[in-house]
């Protein structure tokens, strides 16, 4: 069964600390990719990365940096934490090329005090 | 994740009825779609794609359609069963450039006993 892996379901994390979020994925995907999902918003793509060692910026990668130094493992690092980051942040692969849908991590919920 | 459901469109239908959730695309460049199904608590999970030169392409008790003239897109789950409550979104994606997906904000069906 394929998976996509999130290291924590659930994260309570103090204004301005550092926040990493793991996401390993079992698929041998070239493409892995980190949202967040708030009500009413959809999904929003921070950043995704079709290589090791490649990022691309998504639409809203403010405040947040990612890590693909293997092809299974994507790292989102939230470098200080704010409050307007509490969000469920979803991890996602796919195969390269077209017409792959995207498998999903359970999430993590990120709460900012 | 828990949340999603929040500020979303509903459509409530008895058990064993047919449902028909609707989604207005974006681009009328876009040529592959998906329909995910997210869970109170889960990662989105994939239902059924349709790439852009179809019209209608049919799985287990889902069939999806698609209307490029007014870019919209239909997914339709016979026999609604308990085990279909959740969020349903569509994304789409344009295969030229960037591995890049447009989530749709979702409609959370709910299947009445």
């Known amino acids: 069964d394929v998976k996509v892996t999130q290291s924590s379901r659930y994260l309570v994390k103090r204004t301005g600390e550092k926040v990493f979020l793991e996401c390993v994925q079992d698929m041998d995907h070239e493409n892995m990719f980190w949202y967040r999902q708030d009500p009413g918003l959809g999904l929003r793509l921070i950043y995704f990365s079709y290589d090791v060692k490649m990022k691309e910026k998504g639409d809203i990668p403010e405040g947040y940096s990612v890590s693909r130094e293997k092809k299974e493992r994507f790292s989102l690092i939230l470098e200080s934490a704010s409050t307007n980051q509490t969000s469920m942040y979803l991890c996602a692969s796919s195969s390269a090329g077209g017409y792959n849908e995207q498998f999903f991590g359970p999430g993590t919920r990120l709460t900012v005090l | 994740g828990e949340n999603v459901g929040l500020h979303l469109p509903t459509l409530s239908v008895q058990e064993g009825d047919n449902s028909i959730i609707n989604c207005a695309y974006s681009n009328s460049a876009s040529d592959y779609f998906i329909w995910y199904k997210q869970e109170s608590g889960k990662g989105p999970q994939f239902i059924i794609d349709?790439?852009?030169?179809?019209d209608k392409r049919q799985g287990q008790r889902v069939t999806v359609l698609l209307n490029k003239t007014v870019k919209h897109l239909s997914l339709q789950i016979a026999a609604t069963q308990p085990g279909d409550s959740a969020v349903y979104f569509c994304a789409e994606m344009i295969l030229s450039g960037t591995y890049k997906y447009i989530f749709g904000t979702g409609t959370r069906l709910k299947v009445l006993a």
């Open positions: 349709i790439r852009s030169n179809m």
